[in-house]
C-alpha cells in the first residue's frame, strides 16, 4: 500500500500547481496549432506520407502535445538527480522501501494527473478548432494501455540518467543529451512516419518510439488486433528492460555510495 500512497501524494502536490497546470496546457495547445499549420503544409505537398494522411497528421500532432506531460518530454532526469547531487538520496537509500520503487509510484502520480489535466484539455479544445480524426471507446482504451507502457518506458530512461549523476556530478550534460534523443526519436517533432528509409526504420524500434509515436498510432487506429499486441510486446519489452536495467545500476550505485562513505 505504501506506494499506491506515494502515488496518489505525488498527484495530489502536481494538483496544488493549478496556474503552472493551466500554464502549460495553454502552451501545448498553442505549439500544437502551429505544429498542426506545418503538417498541414507538408502534407498538401505530399498527401499521404508513411500511410497518414492530413486529418492524421493533424490529430497525431495534438496527441504528441498531449503526451509531453505524462511522458516528460523536457525533462530527462527525475528529481532524484538533485538529492544525488546534494547526498539527500542517501535519506532515500535508508528508507524501508525500494528506490526504484518509490520513484517509479511517485512518477505514475505525476504522469496520472499531468494526463487528465494537462493532456485532456489541450485534445479537448484542439477537436474544437481542427477535425480530429477522434477513436471509439475500444481504441480509447487501448490508447490508455500504451500511454502507460509508454510512462513506463520513459520512467525507466530517465531513473537511469538520474543515476548517472552518481558518476558524473553534474547533469547538464546528459540533460541535454536526453533532450535531443528524446525529441527526435520519439516522433515529438515530427511523426516518425516522415523519416526515410534505414532513419525511419531505426527510429521505430528504438525505445523513445514507444513514448509518443507508438501510442500515437495507437490513437489514429493504425495498430489494431495483432498489430495491436505486437505494439504492446514491443513497449512492454522495453520497458522491463529499461527498469531491469535501472535495478542493476542501483545496486551498482548503492555500492559505490557505500564504497566513498555516504
Known amino acids: 500500500m505504501i506506494y499506491l500512497r506515494v502515488a496518489i ?26 505544429k498542426a499549420s506545418i503538417l498541414i503544409a507538408l502534407w498538401r505537398a505530399r498527401p499521404s506520407i508513411g500511410g497518414y494522411d492530413v486529418t492524421d497528421a493533424v490529430t497525431f500532432a495534438f496527441v504528441s502535445q498531449a503526451l509531453i506531460g505524462p511522458v516528460q518530454i523536457f525533462q530527462g532526469s527525475l528529481d532524484l538527480t538533485e538529492r544525488i547531487r546534494t547526498g539527500d538520496v542517501a535519506i532515500d537509500l535508508h528508507r524501508p522501501v525500494d528506490l526504484q520503487g518509490w520513484w517509479l509510484a511517485d512518477d505514475l502520480g505525476r504522469a496520472t494527473f499531468a494526463l487528465l489535466f494537462r493532456g485532456g484539455p489541450t485534445l479537448l479544445i ?18 490508455l494501455g500504451s500511454v ?9 530512461l530517465r531513473y537511469m540518467v538520474s543515476l548517472l549523476v552518481f558518476w558524473l556530478h ?8 536526453a533532450l535531443v534523443t528524446t525529441m527526435f526519436f520519439s516522433g515529438m517533432i515530427l511523426p516518425l512516419v516522415v523519416f ?14 514507444a513514448m509518443v509515436q507508438t501510442p500515437g498510432d ?10 495491436l499486441a505486437g505494439v504492446y510486446a514491443f513497449q512492454a519489452g ?3 528492460t529499461l527498469i531491469a536495467s535501472g535495478r542493476l545500476l542501483t545496486l551498482v550505485t548503492r555500492r559505490r555510495l557505500v564504497i566513498h562513505g555516504g
Open 9 to 34: 501524494y505525488a498527484f495530489r502536490r502536481y494538483a496544488t500547481y493549478r496556474v503552472a497546470i493551466a500554464s502549460a496546457m495553454l502552451t501545448n495547445t498553442v505549439f500544437g496549432v502551429l
Open 126 to 143: 484542439a477537436a474544437f478548432v481542427f477535425p480530429l480524426r477522434l477513436p471509439g471507446v475500444l481504441t480509447w482504451a487501448a490508447f
Open 148 to 156: 502507460l507502457l509508454g510512462v513506463l518506458v520513459s520512467f525507466g
Open 170 to 177: 553534474d547533469e547538464r550534460g546528459i540533460h541535454a543529451v
Open 196 to 209: 526515410p528509409g534505414w532513419l525511419g526504420e531505426l527510429a521505430r524500434v528504438l525505445p523513445w518510439a
Open 218 to 227: 495507437v490513437f489514429l487506429g493504425k495498430r489494431t488486433g495483432g498489430e
Open 238 to 240: 522495453w520497458a522491463v
